[in-house]
């Protein structure tokens, strides 16, 4: 019994996954999940890729509530899904994109360029609506 539990400890581990590539058609067209890490003053001035999903982790400030951002985005994303997230250019995506996957198992993509690539390669973009 306990090299059963063993191996799925291991399975679990050996299923993360974290990957960086730029969105492109392709990507988009597969529905996956993106998740927009970005402020809500940066969803207002820019929109948002159709049909993500923003959960702000940094403030204007560089805080973050990790706990509060992995509550959020846990009721969003199923146990083992791949989704992606996005921020302006990628950099605050790849700094969380490598701890989601690499230290706590999430099978993530970091979007490469952010949200400044998906505009340049017309990847389609909402108007940001608050939510009540």
């Keep these: 019994m306990k090299w059963f539990l063993s191996l799925l400890l291991l399975a679990n581990v050996t299923m993360a996954d ?9 990507l988009f067209d597969s529905k ?30 560089g805080n973050y509530d990790l706990e509060a951002f992995l509550n959020r985005l846990n009721k969003n994303i199923k146990e083992g899904e791949r989704f992606a997230i996005i921020c302006a250019t990628g950099n605050r995506t790849k700094i969380l994109g490598t701890h989601l996957g ?5 099978n993530v993509i970091n979007l490469q360029g952010g949200i400044q690539w998906a505009i340049a390669k017309k990847i389609p973009i909402e108007p940001y609506t608050p939510k009540s």
């Design 18 to 26: 974290y990957t960086a590539k730029p969105l492109d058609k392709k």
């Design 32 to 61: 996956i999940k993106i998740i927009d890490i970005r402020t809500p003053g940066e969803w207002r001035n820019t929109g948002l890729v159709k049909g993500s999903i923003p959960i702000k982790f940094f403030d204007e400030r």
């Design 102 to 106: 690499q230290k706590m198992g999430y």
